[in-house]
């Protein structure tokens, strides 16, 4: 009966901390997404979550990330082209032919543009919003915000076929699209 015990334990634990690593618990913010973020930091509030830099850029000073302003620039893309118009921000500051605005580099455009990771794209959302699940008072510091899923950049442990996406229709949850699909390219650099 106790071994029986013990293996219910164990089996449990393994189902259940990897849940607690990616959604975190009242007690444990595991990953937090900016909700719990701000709970954190109760001098941050919807006014100074982000800074306009005046050069196609945007800090979120929650998480010192710095994003692109404008969040459409590519449209929807599948996940090799995604990957492929940061590749091209980075050598010419286009995304699929357009411009992408970014002038945060004395004037040219910088050249360490990445797909957010799953937890910085989640760490953007407000869940208590919906379409889009953003902070109250983005529209003040980003353009052409779709209702709709953004890529990150990693793909699904055992799925190479899936990506993590973060839809922003739906209260900001986090879910998996296979790269064949298209969804809103949204790029993202370390700050300062």
């Known amino acids: ?12 634990l393994i189902i259940f901390v990897p849940f607690l690593a990616c959604y975190g618990t009242p ?6 997404t900016a909700r719990a973020a701000d709970k954190l930091d109760s001098n ?5 979550r982000f800074t306009d830099n005046s050069d196609g850029t945007v800090t979120d000073n929650l998480t010192g990330l710095i994003w692109l302003q404008n969040a459409n620039v590519a449209g929807a893309r599948n996940w090799t082209d995604a990957l492929a118009d940061v590749e091209n921000l980075n050598r010419d500051g286009t995304m699929h032919g357009t411009s992408a605005g970014d002038k945060s580099k004395g004037g040219g455009h910088q050249n360490d543009w ?14 208590s919003n919906n379409n889009p699940a953003l902070p109250s008072g983005y529209a003040r510091f980003f353009s ?4 709709d899923s953004y890529w990150s950049g990693d793909t699904l442990k055992g799925g190479i076929a899936y990506a993590w996406v973060v839809n922003l229709s739906d209260h900001g949850i986090m879910d998996t699209a296979n790269k064949i699909e298209t969804c809103y390219v949204w790029p993202v650099r370390a700050g300062k």
Not at 1 to 12: D, E, Q, T, W
Not at 27 to 32: C, E, M, N, R
Not at 44 to 48: C, D, Q
Not at 144 to 147: I, K, R, T
């Open 44 to 48: 941050t509030s919807s006014n100074h």
């Open 1 to 12: 009966m106790c071994f029986l015990r013990f293996c219910a334990v164990v089996i449990g």
């Open 144 to 147: 052409g915000v779709q209702s």
């Open 27 to 32: 007690g444990y913010p595991g990953i937090p």
């Open 114 to 127: 990445r797909l957010p990771n799953r937890s910085e794209l989640s760490g953007l959302t407000d869940s």
